[in-house]
């Protein structure tokens, strides 16, 4: 009896949990919207710096708020050293790791913007994946809240540069120490001791910044004794008393109708806190620094609900919202919420020099951003592909290859056909698949001519939505012969009709 061969087992073709691929359209359509975005960051004077995709661990530090997620947030694995390495999670850690070991170097303050993927080991979901673009600047080197107000207003430049009207978005602005000053005035954060209490004011850090997800009865769940969720998980609360938590509610809704008015409620809320009470001027500051380069509560606002979730923030911190509306994967309707946040983090570098070094900046969401874009019509759709030369004659490769080289060296994106040519209509659906907008062919005859076969395929497509009879298809000039010494010039004619 003949022995059964093993079974293989195969890979399967899918990326890991919470990835996914990008194809052309979306990558051409994501490089237009950071070329927007950087030459905004350009104009205001900051320069760009790219940083290793690895970083030490403990030059990332511990800052992510998902601290119930293996290696804390974190794709981390250890070297053959021992020592433990891991993605970064944001472009932010890097820089002050960056600005440590070269500050004798570099300007005081630095400035500096940077693009590219970072990772985090979270919950995935729609919408939500584990690698993700941002796109930052910051300025690292100076403590005056004029340089907060400058990121606050080179983010309002960023959004409507990159296609996001005026009156479609706002940035709000908050403080650290404001919050600090109410986890005093409650009874979670001693100055002495810091330490003491820490894992219960993140908890309300996290419940604070999903007000806008859970709702008010949501938060005060988190701050009390916990909430569980539709699927059935819990999550810890807090372990606020009522009139402790009634005093983080208000700080939460102390939102008024001008920057005055809404600083004249903080302070109230946090009389007795010095820290807390710094914060309200510095936010009284931004305001004042905002309003007198033009950018009033139209576009900057102050709001006392943003927190941010990251830890390393230590005074202002802001958040770009998007106030249109949007339909979700259920049909209902809603905002489309946050596409871009940062704020002041003083003691980041201080980590790695024992020094104070202050330093502020944002990171702009960049696949949000472009959902945002997609959402109002914003992203250019159908990009044109290169024109196709098609193989009439497998040993002439040579003639078809000059071809593709004079319109490369003419500027017109160009490939030659590389499948099997011996069927020609498949060459023509391929030209097709590529959205080209010419198909140029040229068999033994029109060389002996000196001529070639050019296909307006963009015109084709247009007349064609339209041809009702085989005698009107065929009276349509989506096809001519030229010279082939036009051959450039021609085509250049028929992309540029195509526009």
């Known amino acids: 009896m003949a022995k059964r061969k093993p079974k293989v087992m195969r890979p399967k073709a899918l990326p890991p949990r919470g990835f996914r691929d990008y194809f052309g359209e979306e990558v051409r359509a994501r490089n237009a919207m950071l070329h927007k975005i950087t030459e905004t960051y350009h104009v205001y004077g900051f320069d760009p710096l790219e940083t290793s995709a690895v970083e030490t661990v403990e030059a990332l530090g511990k800052f992510l708020p998902d601290v119930d997620r293996p290696n804390e947030g974190v794709f981390a694995w250890q070297d053959e050293d021992e020592s433990w390495m891991a993605l970064r999670y944001d472009l932010t850690a890097p820089l002050a790791r960056v600005y440590a070991q070269f500050r004798n170097d570099l300007p005081t303050p630095y400035r500096r913007y940077a693009v590219g993927p970072v990772w985090r080991n979270e919950k995935h979901g729609p919408g939500r994946f584990r690698q993700f673009y941002q796109c930052d600047a910051d300025t690292v080197g100076t403590p ?146 905002s309003d007198a380069q033009g950018y009033g509560a139209d576009r900057l606002l102050i709001d006392p609900s943003v927190v941010r979730g990251l830890g390393y923030y230590t005074g202002p911190v802001y958040e770009a919202e998007l106030t249109f509306e949007i339909f979700d994967e259920k049909g209902r309707k809603r905002q489309f919420g946050s596409v871009a946040g940062g704020g002041r983090y003083d003691d980041l570098v201080k980590r790695f020099t024992g020094q104070a070094v ?132 021609e085509i250049r004619k028929m992309i540029a009709r195509a526009g």
């Open 144 to 289: 005056t809240m004029a340089a907060d107000a400058e990121i606050c207003a080179m983010l309002s430049d960023v959004l409507e540069n990159a296609g996001i009207a005026r009156g479609d978005y706002v940035v709000r602005v908050n403080n650290r120490k404001v919050l600090n000053g109410v986890m005093e005035v409650v009874g979670l954060l001693d100055p002495a001791n810091p330490e003491e209490h820490a894992d219960r004011r993140g908890i309300v850090l996290r419940a604070i910044d999903k007000l806008d997800r859970l709702g008010e009865s949501g938060v005060r769940s988190l701050l009390g004794e916990g909430r569980r969720d539709e699927s059935g998980d819990f999550t810890g609360g807090a372990g606020l008393g009522g009139e402790q938590a009634e005093i983080v509610m208000g700080f939460m809704a102390a939102r008024r109708d001008s920057g005055g008015a809404t600083c004249n409620a903080l302070r109230a809320l946090v009389q007795g806190s010095d820290t807390g009470l710094s914060g309200v001027q510095e936010l009284e500051t931004i305001a004042e620094l």
């Open 358 to 489: 202050p330093a502020t900046g944002v990171s702009v969401g960049v696949d949000r951003l472009l959902a945002a874009l997609d959402a109002k019509g914003r992203v250019a759709k159908g990009s044109v592909g290169p024109v196709v030369v098609t193989v009439m004659d497998r040993d002439r490769m040579a003639d078809y290859q000059t071809m593709v080289a004079e319109l490369r060296n003419a500027g017109i994106r160009a490939e030659l056909y590389l499948g099997n040519p011996k069927n020609f209509g498949n060459q023509l659906k391929y030209a097709d698949a590529r959205n080209s907008p010419v198909a140029v062919i040229e068999g033994g005859d029109e060389q002996a001519k000196g001529v070639v076969q050019i296909k307006d395929l963009a015109l084709g497509k247009a007349l064609a939505a339209g041809i009702t009879s085989n005698e009107e298809w065929k009276a349509q000039p989506a096809q001519m012969e030229i010279r082939r010494s036009d051959l450039v010039g």
